[in-house]
């Protein structure tokens, strides 16, 4: 079991350190729909970590509990060493866990740069007052954050569309600037839910080389739910496999791929 | 050709975050602020400011309070009326109650009044949406007056039950009252005018806005990010009252000097604020003045071309008035729901390349 915390380094050269979540004996249910059944799993320091499975598998309630969504109604959920009460997704936010969702969740209304400095909201500290009269502490932080985003537009290249209202973006932008808005909140954890749905190959290069990438530079340990299996392998550090709620493996991409359990629920068995 | 951001190059996040990012803008508000402050005041006579001016004003800053509930944050609100009755009755009461201290902190303090009471009535918006909100915003606008009417403590117990403004000074200047002249009226209005804008327009730029518009685009994301759905929403229920309880201590102490609460601060009341914002624009503060000044000029301008120019009986005239809101509404929501607002941006945008629009 220690073996499985101690840190070490990746191939590529990347640190995963202890462990930064861990889901301890999770059960979801609704009304006599178990869509979770007694799960555990752990999310390390600094790695990618994918949940896969067939749809219908759990996997996004999996996201919903950990973001908090949804309440499990058994099971322990520890982040940072200490065991995480029952919290509203607002609190889990200031947590430092940050996601974008399956269908996309921006602000249509809003500006690309208005939805990403939202994502600072949880760094933003000035009351109404100061805000009202906007100069001295208002426009100081207005600008201090500013300057934060514009560093992660500039990451994730959007610069040109800065202005623009989201509503007019086609679909593989949107994405990124959903994207850019969980990275502008310095996460430490960040989820993504199907963050390559409906793209094609050469837009699912660049966000894997996204995902990769702020992986690398800024440290941010991400958790994914992917249906692409080429990604989810190339990606991943470890992968954990769901199948009608149970977990039906866990562990490195190779170990996945070689186990006859993950087969026989993404091929399926002969019936006797 | 003359409209343009050629070479007006932006070097600081402080440049590019001001109000109006192009020169031409910056100078055309500061011509008009010079205006509103330097010259109309002299020229000012009593029609004018008890028929469009001081009234404009004043909606204006009921439209504002509106906007940034119903456009910003998307609670939609049919308490406008009530809440400007008691921003009313409050100034009437602190009036009566503290007659030494002055006017100007006594409107203040009704803003601060109204925001309270708006905020508990904000509270079931964190279960209901939409229709079920406005008709319990609606609930709001039916009790407050039936309270006001009915607890006679409101309006110190007078015989007729209305409540009436004493005469109040600011500087030696009466600013309240029979006595008041039409320059006082307008000055004290476009002062408040003035800081309520700034106000409103410093808090939708920034973080508070950003949360509200957050709440009104999508809560869920809304929520995922950080935002306390409870805490916008109540901060958007209590800056909205504040601006709507300014306005109706203006519209009582400043414009009419008496007031009677079902009379001038029933539903309609609530709803012309409310076609106020849709026709000036939803979420946009620009659209709370546009708005305002379009429906205070519009029947002041039929009653001048049906009565005075066409000869048409006056009961005619102000039934047609009705039948031509009830058009421009259909119209807007159908064609621009963003309102005028929106036109001007889009004539803006054609200006920026004119005359070559390619």
Not at chain 1, 16 to 38: C, H, P, Q, S, W
Not at chain 2, 207 to 233: C, F, S, Y
């Amino acid at each position: 079991m220690n073996a499985m915390v101690d840190p070490y380094t990746t191939e590529d050269g990347r640190k995963i350190g202890g462990v930064l979540m861990d889901m301890r004996n999770i059960t979801l249910r609704f009304g006599g729909v178990e869509a979770i059944k007694d799960i555990s799993f752990n999310i390390r320091e600094g790695e990618i970590r994918a949940i896969i499975g067939p749809n219908g598998a759990g996997k996004s309630s999996m996201l919903n509990v950990i973001s908090g969504f949804y309440k499990p109604q058994e099971g322990e959920v520890h982040f940072r060493g200490s065991i995480r009460p029952p919290m509203k997704p607002y609190q889990v936010a200031r947590l430092g866990i940050a996601r974008t969702f399956q269908n996309i969740a921006l602000f249509e209304g809003m500006s690309v740069l208005d939805n990403i400095m939202t994502g600072r909201l949880n760094h933003m500290k000035t009351g109404l007052f100061a805000q009202a009269i906007w100069k001295g502490a208002a426009e100081k932080e207005e600008i201090e954050n500013r300057a934060h985003v514009e560093r992660v537009i500039d990451f994730l290249e959007i610069q040109a569309i800065r202005k623009t209202p989201v509503g007019r973006l086609p679909y593989g932008l949107k994405k990124r600037v959903e994207l850019a808005r969980a990275l502008a909140a310095d996460p430490k954890l960040l989820l993504l839910d199907e963050p390559m749905a409906g793209m094609n190959v050469e837009e699912k290069e660049d966000m894997s080389r996204f995902i990769l990438d702020v992986n690398d530079e800024f440290g941010t340990t991400i958790a994914l739910i992917e249906h692409d299996m080429g990604v989810v392998m190339d990606l991943s550090d470890r992968v954990v496999v769901m199948d009608y709620g149970r977990k039906i493996g866990d562990g490195t991409p190779s170990e996945i791929i070689s186990n006859q359990e993950v087969i026989d629920a993404y091929l399926g068995v002969a019936h006797d | 050709m003359f409209y343009r951001e050629a070479g007006d190059f932006k070097t600081s996040y402080a440049e590019d975050n001001q109000t109006f990012p192009i020169k031409f803008d910056r100078y055309r508000y500061w011509f008009v602020l010079a205006v509103a402050f330097l010259v109309i005041p002299f020229i000012i006579n009593d029609y004018w400011a008890n028929a469009i001016f001081v009234p404009f004003l004043i909606y204006s800053i009921a439209a504002i309070g509106l906007n940034i509930l119903t456009g910003y944050c998307g609670q939609v609100s049919l308490g406008t009326g009530g809440f400007m009755a008691v921003g009313a009755y409050a100034c009437y009461k602190l009036m009566t109650a503290f007659p030494e201290v002055n006017i100007l902190i006594h409107i203040i303090l009704s803003g601060g009044i109204t925001a309270v009471v708006g905020a508990a009535f904000g509270l079931p918006s964190l279960r209901i949406k939409g229709f079920y909100l406005a008709v319990a915003t609606l609930a709001a606008q039916f009790f407050l007056i039936w309270l006001f009417n009915k607890v006679a403590w409101f309006y110190n117990y007078s015989a007729s039950g209305q409540i009436s403004a004493p005469e109040r000074f600011v500087g030696g200047i009466a600013v309240t009252g029979p006595n008041t002249e039409a320059w006082a009226k307008y000055m004290v209005c476009l002062v408040f005018v003035t800081l309520c804008g700034l106000a409103a327009r410093n808090l939708t730029r920034g973080t508070t806005g950003r949360k509200w518009m957050a709440i009104r685009d999508m809560d869920i994301a809304a929520e995922i990010i950080g935002v306390n759905p409870l805490k916008a929403k109540l901060t958007a229920f209590a800056v909205s009252s504040f601006f709507v309880g300014i306005a109706g201590a203006l519209f009582f102490a400043v414009y009419l000097g008496a007031v009677e609460g079902g009379e001038a601060f029933g539903i309609q009341k609530s709803f012309l604020v409310l076609f106020m914002v849709i026709i000036g624009g939803l979420g946009s503060i620009f659209g709370s003045f546009a708005g305002a000044a379009f429906l205070v000029v519009l029947p002041v301008a039929l009653k001048m071309i049906g009565v005075d120019l066409l000869g048409w009986p006056t009961d005619i005239v102000s039934h047609f008035q009705l039948v031509v809101v009830g058009a421009l509404i259909m119209f807007f929501l159908i064609k621009e729901p963003h309102g005028l607002a929106q036109l001007w941006r889009v004539i803006k945008e054609k200006l920026r390349l004119w005359p070559f629009p390619h």
